[in-house]
């Protein structure tokens, strides 16, 4: 079955850093174009880094140098290192598979919640 | 860079009718425009791709239509399960750009 599944959210204070992972099962990490899209609470979507499957990645301009995102083939894996966190980066963050041809995110995981507070 | 605004922000309406949402572009933009339906607490789900295409398992009454700037999400036979908030997105060069949402209530 295909799924994500994140981890590694919680409460962390202005200027700390964090570590999300994504664990992928039905198709190997490597092989899809994955995104991080995060939500703050009762806003929309707003996307946050995307992993191609040739290992090329970007970012949206308001986590660009404090964000990092990467994968573990091994263990199937996607992750995302946020540092100097802000409270503007409080939100859920979701690991969302992009369907290549479509270019649209087609399978999305329950996502997980990062709070940025003192 | 390209803004994409919905409208409108919140729409009311009763099972049975039929309902429009647009998304209109800042710019011209290519046909990859994707729509989203996500319910309170869940993640979104994928609707329509390249602007008009259903995705799979996504029940027939859920339409897609535009190009260039305005771009429309028509639900036809409003069902209990389709009040949500819908979204729009765009994929360009490497980047990725959501509407604001629409919420679409019971009237």
């Known amino acids: 079955e295909v799924q994500l599944v994140e981890s590694g959210g919680g409460l962390i204070q202005p200027g700390g850093s964090l570590r999300l992972a994504c664990a992928v099962s039905?198709?190997?990490?490597?092989?899809?174009?994955l995104s991080w899209v995060r939500q703050a609470p009762g806003r929309g979507l707003e996307w946050v880094s995307v992993?191609?499957?040739?290992?090329?990645?970007y970012y949206a301009d308001s986590v660009k140098g404090r964000f990092t995102i990467s994968r573990d083939s091994f263990n199937n894996i996607l992750s995302l290192q946020m540092s100097s966190l802000r409270a503007e980066d409080t939100a859920v963050y979701y690991c969302?598979?992009?369907?290549?041809?479509?270019?649209?995110?087609?399978?999305w995981g329950q996502g997980t919640m990062v709070t940025v507070s003192s | 860079d390209i803004q994409l605004t919905q409208s409108p922000s919140t729409l009311s309406a009763s099972v049975g009718d039929r309902v429009t949402i647009t998304c209109r572009a800042s710019?011209?933009?290519?046909?990859?425009l994707a729509w989203y339906q996500q319910k309170p607490g869940r993640a979104p789900k994928l609707l329509i791709y390249k602007a008009s295409n259903v995705q799979s398992g996504v029940p027939s009454r859920f339409s897609g239509s535009g190009s260039g700037t305005e771009f429309t999400l028509t639900i036809s036979g409003l069902q209990p399960d389709d009040f949500a908030t819908y979204f729009c997105?765009?994929?360009?060069?490497?980047?990725?750009?959501f509407g604001q949402g629409t919420r679409l209530e019971v009237k």
């Open positions: 039905g198709f190997s990490v490597s092989s899809k174009y």
């Open positions: 992993m191609y499957s040739g290992g090329g990645t």
């Open positions: 710019q011209s933009i290519n046909n990859w």
């Open positions: 969302a598979r992009e369907d290549s041809v479509i270019r649209a995110f087609d399978i």
């Open positions: 997105q765009r994929y360009n060069s490497y980047s990725y750009t």
